[in-house]
Structures are given as structure tokens and as C-alpha cells.
């Protein structure tokens, strides 16, 4: 098996060497030589992925796990067949060279964190396979940089500018409507993982910062890594005004269970299930999937300062992003986890 890898990679090397390439200086201040003309590409992870299909679909050659039929739904139906390579990156990592190969991309794409260990990942997997391997920055307010430079790269200039501006649109819009609302007006948020809500996002984490960016008060302090288990106790410390949880059925539990039915966002029904499809709008993955959500969320804490409708909103992000038409039973689904249940009392 080394020696077939060893073979397989040689013969990558061989013939991207005959390819026309130019050297591009990805986010974390790596030298790749890209080639000229990129047709097929590699998601390395998820939050590549959806950039990827909101980017260039026609480009793009296989998805890091398969998405389930939920999730095919919500896709672009050109999108919705394309098989799982598994993950080069990130937690759960299951792809080898030997599947990546077997694709025959000429580009490899991930996007989140520049730190040195994923640079040297990136570096190890370039060099096993003899395919550039670009790292990204995934940080949330560099998605308009990233779609342009993306795009620029791979022949979808003026997709990536476009989607640019509408990022830049939207992270505008929201970043107005926090900046004109006084601190102390601000919400309370806790951010509730798990059947149970008993995880949560650290603040300024990667897993909360957009929640923050659309003006909530992370009720979890910043501390060491992005997650972190909590007790019942310590959430009827925090008492937040606002719940927002990863799992669609935890609103009913929380409002059920004496442990959280006394907190002010239970009683008032502000206890709202993240939408997933297709899709996590928080953190599943931390890609630009988050767009909508930090529009969601805004929308949520200072609704007087967003007249278009939510429903309108998700209609024409996922029109332009993802390529889809929503059918108004799919736009109820989407509404209905993110509303909530009404006040207890």
C-alpha cells in the first residue's frame, strides 16, 4: 500500500507538471503553484464545501460525507449526487490519498483556521498527493475576502464578487442595526448543545461568534478552546433572555422541565431551535452557511430594526446562495425551528 501511494502521488506530480500553473499566497502565508485553468475541486472539510457550492457547483467533485435525504432537499439538485470523499481536515478526519487521488482534483480547498497544524497538514497532504492545497481564512468577517480571492482563483471572479457584495450587504446591515442598539439593550443569549443544552460556546469561540456580531451577549465567558460543558445550576446563574439550541426538540423539553421552565427566556418563549438544512445556521459547519443565521438572529433580538420579513429573507439567500427555490412548505420548516414556542406565561 506505501508503494502504490507512493506511485499514485508520483504519477499526480508527473502530470500537474505539464499543466501551465501560477503561485498564489493562500491565508496562512503558503507559496502554491495553482494551475491555470482549475475545473475540479476538492472540498477539504465542510466549511469548504458550502463555499464551494455556493461559489462554483459546477467545479466542485465530491462532498465530505453524504448528505442525508433531509439535506438533499435543500440542495441544488446538481449538488445532491455527488459522492462523499470523507474529511482531509478537522475532527473525524477519513479520507486518504488513495480516495483523493481516485478523484483526480485539481485543486484541494479548506478554509478555517491559518494555525500552524492545519498549514502543516495542508503541507503533508500537498505533498503525499502532488496536488495544490490551498488554506483559507474562515474566519466569519473575512467571507467577502475569501469569496473574491476564491473566485479570482479559480475562473468564478465575477460569482465571487458578486456573493462578496451580498456578504458585505448583510454583515453591514447587521453590524448598523447592533451599533445603533446601547449596550445594556442588548440580549442575554446562551447557546444550548446537545439533547440536553447543557454545551455551550464559549464567547468569541468560533462556534459563537456570530451570535456576538448580531448583537447578543454570550451569558458563557471566554476561556480556553470553543465548547465547553455547564451545569443546570449555572445556567439559572446566567439566566439568559434568550435561548437559541442546536436540537430541534429542545424548546418543548426546556419548556417541560423544571430545571429550565423558571428561566426569563422560557417564560417569555424565547427558546429558539437553530435551523440545520441544509445547513447548520450557528456553527454546523462555521462556514458561510452562517449568513443567514447572523441575519436570523438579528433579526431576533432587535426586529425593529429589519423591515423585510425573516421569510423573505431566507427566500432570497437561499435563491442566491444556494441556488434553490424553497417551496413554502420547505419555508415554514425552516421559520418554524427558528420562531419558537410562544411566552408560558
Not at 76 to 97: C, E, F, I, K
Not at 250 to 258: G, Q, R, S, V
Not at 308 to 335: I, K, S
Amino acid at each position: 500500500m506505501p508503494l502504490l501511494r507512493c506511485l499514485l502521488a508520483l504519477a499526480c506530480l508527473c502530470a500537474s507538471g505539464l499543466a501551465a500553473a501560477r503561485p498564489f499566497t493562500d491565508a496562512a502565508g503558503r507559496r502554491v503553484e495553482v494551475p491555470e485553468r482549475v475545473t475540479r475541486v476538492l472540498a477539504a472539510g465542510p466549511p469548504a464545501a458550502v463555499l464551494l457550492a455556493t461559489l462554483a457547483p459546477d467545479k466542485m467533485i465530491a462532498w465530505p460525507r453524504a448528505p442525508s435525504p433531509e439535506e438533499r432537499a435543500f440542495l441544488n439538485p446538481a449538488l445532491r449526487d455527488l459522492p462523499a470523499s470523507g474529511r482531509l481536515t478537522g475532527r473525524g478526519g477519513s479520507a486518504n490519498v488513495e480516495a483523493v487521488l481516485a478523484l483526480k482534483p485539481d485543486l484541494i480547498v479548506d478554509v478555517g483556521s491559518t494555525a500552524a497544524t492545519y498549514a502543516s497538514l495542508a503541507d503533508r497532504v500537498q505533498a503525499q498527493t502532488g496536488i495544490p492545497y490551498l488554506l483559507l481564512d474562515g474566519r466569519f468577517k473575512a467571507t467577502p475576502e475569501t469569496y473574491r480571492s476564491l473566485g479570482a482563483l479559480i475562473g468564478a471572479a465575477e460569482e465571487g464578487e458578486a456573493l462578496a457584495a451580498e456578504a458585505e450587504t448583510i454583515l453591514r446591515n447587521v453590524a448598523a442595526a447592533v451599533e445603533a442598539v446601547p449596550e445594556e439593550k442588548r440580549p442575554r443569549v446562551y447557546y444550548g448543545r446537545g439533547p440536553r443544552g447543557l454545551e455551550t460556546g464559549l464567547a468569541g469561540s468560533i462556534n459563537t461568534e456570530i451570535i456576538e456580531a448580531a448583537g447578543g451577549r454570550n451569558v458563557a465567558g471566554a476561556g480556553a478552546g470553543g465548547l465547553a460543558a455547564v451545569s443546570p445550576e449555572q445556567v439559572l446563574v446566567w439566566n439568559p433572555d434568550v435561548i437559541i439550541a442546536l436540537d430541534p426538540d429542545f424548546p418543548k423539553l426546556a419548556a417541560a422541565d423544571p430545571l429550565w421552565n423558571g428561566l426569563t427566556a422560557v417564560r417569555a418563549g424565547r427558546v429558539h431551535a437553530i435551523p440545520t438544512l441544509p445547513f447548520g445556521w450557528v456553527d454546523a459547519p462555521p462556514g458561510v452557511n452562517r449568513l443567514i443565521g447572523l441575519r436570523w438572529l438579528a433579526g431576533l433580538f432587535f426586529p425593529e430594526q429589519f423591515p423585510q420579513t425573516l421569510g423573505d429573507a431566507v427566500r432570497d439567500f437561499y435563491r442566491r446562495f444556494y441556488r434553490v427555490e424553497l417551496t413554502p412548505e420547505q419555508l415554514d420548516q425552516l421559520l418554524r425551528d427558528a420562531a419558537g414556542p410562544g411566552p408560558t406565561r
